[in-house]
């Protein structure tokens, strides 16, 4: 039975396509443990971009309204994308002002969550009975260590998540990058090695 033979080249195209998501995820790592060290300045960076990510996303939803003026819901995206520039200007005026709001926010979140995940697992009592409620008591922890140490929290919360974030991803990224290089090395061996010379086995000539 004849059997096809990749070409090196397209082997080489996936192992450096890897290598680059790998190089990636070092970036991310290095930017989290940057933000780490640093999460007063990741914290103002983050609200900065996230104002001008509503600012712009508020211009481009205006745009799309104005060309869509004839719709049934011109006024309704309008008066959203207005909110939305609002908002972005706003916090790029405010970020810290914006920071402790959002901070607010993430801690009622934290609370409210670890207060369903306890009352869920006391309730049901499932499989997952003991990994709920852990997840309950450390959401709710969460919040009312953020909540106690309001509004000083905000200068570090937001910038310590997003560095966590960016951190567990990269690392996510090299495993991804390095595991998959590996698997395209050890498949183009095995296709190009001497099993694809044995008796029997007709590699495929080109046309």
Excluded: C
């Excluded at 933000?35 to 799309?64: D, K, P, R």
């Excluded at 106690?148 to 567990?168: C, D, E, H, K, M």
């Amino acid at each position: 039975m004849a059997r096809s033979t990749p070409p090196r080249g397209e082997a080489a195209k996936l192992k450096s396509g890897f290598g680059r998501l790998a190089a990636l995820g070092v970036i991310l790592v290095v930017a989290g443990l940057i933000g780490l060290f640093y999460t007063g300045f990741a914290t103002l960076t983050t609200m900065v971009l996230f104002g001008w990510l509503l600012l712009i996303g508020g211009v481009v939803s205006l745009l799309h309204a104005v060309q869509a003026r004839h719709s049934n819901f011109f006024w309704l995206a309008v008066i959203v994308a207005a909110l939305n520039i609002a908002a972005g200007v706003v916090v790029l005026h405010t970020p810290e002002a914006a920071a402790e709001a959002l901070t607010m926010f993430a801690a009622l979140l934290f609370l409210t969550g670890g207060v369903f995940r306890l009352v869920g697992s006391m309730v049901v009592r499932g499989p997952q009975f003991g990994v709920t409620l852990l997840q309950g008591v450390l959401g709710l922890l969460l919040g009312i260590l953020v909540l106690i140490t309001w509004p000083s929290s905000s200068q570090y919360v937001i910038g310590a998540f997003l560095s966590l974030t960016l951190l567990f991803d990269g690392l996510g990224l090299i495993a991804t990058g390095y595991g998959g290089r590996r698997i395209v090395g050890m498949v183009s061996d095995r296709l190009t090695g001497p099993e694809s010379t044995r008796p029997g086995i007709k590699p495929v000539q080109p046309e």
